[in-house]
C-alpha cells in the first residue's frame, strides 16, 4: 500500500519549519530547512509515497505553490485570515505552526485560497503596480497645490492645472529659490511618473487585448478598461464562484454581519480582498449612475430619495455591478439596458 503524507510548511525566506505526518495521523519528522525554496522541494523528493502540503499564503505563494506542484500530488494555500481565528493559542511558534498546518491538511480543514497562473499572477501584478504610480502622481499633483495654496495664489480649478497649457503657467511662476526648487522637484517627478504609467498602461492594454473578456465587461456604461481588467484578472476563473453574491464578499463589498438569534446585525463593508478592485467598481459605479438608465435605477432605489443614504447606494451599486460582471464573464453576455435592475 502505497504510503501518504501530509506535510506542514511555516515558510519564511532564509528557512522554513517542516511538519511531517503519515496516513494515521502521527508525526514522523519535523525539521528546520535552512536556504532557499527550493531545499524544501529537495526534503520532499526523499519521501517515497505521495505528497500533500499546506502553507500559509504570504508574498511570494504562487512561485512556491508552482515549485511544490511538481513534486506533491495536492498543494494547499491556507488564507491567512482565517487561519488566525483557528491558531488563536497562547503558545504560538514556527514548528507549532507548521505542525498545526499538517493536522488541518490530514483532517481536511484546510481555508485554502485560490492560487491562479505565473502569466494571471503577474497580471495583477502590474495591476496594482500601477495603481500605486498613480497614487504617488496623486499626491505629487497636491503637494502642488498646497504650496500654491500656501503663497495665497489661485490656481486653475480642476484638472485644467494638469493639462500642458497649465503645466507651462507652473513652470513659469515667478516664486523664491526655495518654493520654485519644492516645484520643479514635483513637476519632474509627475513627468518621470506619467511615463512609468504610460508604460504600464501599454503593456496592460496589450495583455487585455489577448483577453476577450476585458472588451465584454466594457459594455457596460462607465466601465473603462482599467476596471475591467482588474475585475478580470481577479475573478480569473469565474466558474470557481457558484453565485455571482460570492464575487462582492471576495471584493470586500458585502457588510459585516452579527447574528444571534432574532437579532441580526448589518455593519460596514468587510473591505476583505483587493482593494484596488474595489476602489475601480465604486468609481464605475459613479459613472454607470450617470451613463446607464439601468445602474440609476437600481441606486435611486437603494436611496430612496434619502441624502443620508447616498454613501450606501454608491457601495451597493458596486456590489451589483460586481454580480452583473460575473454573471457577464460565466455566460459571455454583453451589457443590455433593463430597467428591471
Not at 494515521?24 to 509515497?49: C, D, F, H, M, Y
Not at 509627475?190 to 472588451?215: N, S, W, Y
Not at 471576495?250 to 444571534?260: E, H, I, M, N, V
Request: proline residues 4%; charged residues 25%.
Amino acid at each position: 500500500m502505497k504510503s501518504t503524507f501530509f506535510v506542514g510548511l511555516d515558510v519564511h525566506l532564509r528557512h522554513t519549519n517542516v511538519c511531517i505526518l503519515d496516513q494515521r495521523g502521527n508525526r514522523v519528522k519535523q525539521a528546520t530547512v535552512r536556504g532557499p525554496w527550493s531545499e524544501i522541494v529537495t526534503l520532499l523528493q526523499g519521501l517515497t509515497g505521495e505528497i500533500q502540503v499546506c502553507f500559509e499564503a504570504s508574498c511570494g505563494y504562487g512561485h512556491l505553490f508552482d515549485q511544490l506542484s511538481r513534486v506533491a500530488s495536492r498543494v494547499k494555500v491556507a488564507h491567512p485570515g482565517q487561519l488566525r481565528l483557528i491558531f488563536r493559542s497562547k503558545r504560538k511558534n514556527d514548528r507549532v505552526d507548521a505542525e498545526k498546518l499538517a493536522k488541518l491538511l490530514y483532517l481536511d480543514e484546510v481555508p485554502a485560497v485560490y492560487v491562479p497562473s505565473d502569466q494571471v499572477r503577474a497580471w495583477r501584478q502590474l495591476i496594482e503596480y500601477r495603481s500605486r504610480v498613480v497614487a504617488k502622481r496623486t499626491r505629487a499633483k497636491n503637494s502642488l497645490r498646497a504650496l500654491l495654496r500656501s503663497l495665497g495664489i489661485a490656481s486653475p480649478r480642476g484638472p485644467s492645472l494638469w493639462t500642458r497649457k497649465g503645466i507651462t503657467w507652473l513652470r513659469e511662476l515667478k516664486l523664491e529659490l526655495m518654493y520654485a526648487l519644492r516645484r520643479d522637484l514635483r513637476l519632474d517627478e509627475m513627468e518621470l511618473l506619467d511615463q512609468q504609467i504610460a508604460r504600464c498602461e501599454t503593456q496592460l492594454k496589450r495583455f487585455a487585448d489577448t483577453h476577450p473578456a476585458v472588451g465584454l465587461l466594457q459594455t457596460i456604461p462607465g466601465v473603462g478598461p482599467r476596471t475591467a481588467e482588474a475585475v478580470v484578472a481577479y475573478i480569473d476563473d469565474p466558474r470557481r464562484f457558484s453565485r455571482s453574491k460570492q464575487v462582492g464578499c471576495y471584493f470586500g463589498l458585502a457588510p459585516s454581519q452579527d447574528q444571534s438569534g432574532p437579532a441580526n446585525r448589518l455593519g460596514h463593508i468587510t473591505r476583505e480582498g483587493p482593494a484596488t478592485v474595489r476602489r475601480l467598481l465604486i468609481e464605475a459605479a459613479w459613472q454607470g449612475i450617470r451613463r446607464s438608465p439601468t445602474i440609476r435605477g437600481f441606486y435611486e432605489r437603494i436611496q430612496e430619495e434619502k441624502s443620508d443614504r447616498r454613501k450606501l447606494a454608491l457601495v451597493a451599486t458596486a456590489h451589483y455591478l460586481a454580480r452583473v460582471m460575473h454573471a457577464m464573464l460565466k455566460n459571455g453576455e454583453l451589457w443590455h439596458e433593463s430597467l428591471a435592475a
